[in-house]
C-alpha cells in the first residue's frame, strides 16, 4: 500500500511538528490525532458512539476474515483500515 505525496509529507512534518514549528507556524494537528482519523475503523466507531449517522458496517479481522459470505446478493465495499484515494473492491 502507497501513500499520496501529500499524505506522506502531512505525516512527515506532523511527525517532525516540534522541530519544523520553530521555524514557522502549521496549521495541523498532532500525529497521534492524524493517525487516529486515517483507520477508517477507528473513524467509523468514533462517529457512531457521537450519534453521527454512518453506512451499515462490518468490520472484518482475522481468524474469521469473510462473514460476509452469508449474506448473498447484498453489495458491498470493502475498504483497508489505512490507505490513501479512493481504493476499495464493489462486490
Known sequence: MSLSDEEETLLLTAKY????????HLLISDLKRIEFVRDKRNLMQFAEANGIPIPKTHYLS?????????????GYVIKPRI??????LLM
Open 83 to 88: 490507505s490513501s484515494g479512493s481504493f476499495g
Open 62 to 74: 482475522p481468524p474469521n476474515p469473510s462473514p460476509l459470505g452469508e449474506r448473498e446478493g447484498e
Open 17 to 24: 511538528y516540534s522541530e519544523i514549528s520553530t521555524y514557522t
